[in-house]
């Protein structure tokens, strides 16, 4: 199982420090992997346990316009289909991972 953290300050001064604090901690969740990501006051951190696309499936995940980003634990059965509709739509891939379909 992945960790996942995040931290909102609505004064907009959020800790410098806390993703790779955040990510220190939940690094017993999520071996293979970390990212962390700073959106205004919001900051998220995941650890990351590589089971589909393993090179390439690191997290923070955005929307190919960074409207959407998000942290994912869990995994997605019909992602295939999904990404296969999605880019009939127009959408845009950056990895292979099955998390990947929530941003889009």
Known sequence: MC???ALLDPGGS???DAGPRMTAALRHRGPDGDGVRQIGAATLAHT???IIDV???EQPLSSEDGAVTAIV???IYN???LRSELE???HKFSTHSDSEVIVH
């Open 3 to 5: 960790g996942i953290g």
């Open 14 to 16: 959020a800790f410098s």
């Open 48 to 50: 990351r346990l590589a």
């Open 55 to 57: 090179a390439g499936g």
């Open 73 to 75: 634990n869990g995994e």
């Open 79 to 81: 992602h295939l289909a």
């Open 88 to 90: 009939a739509r127009g």
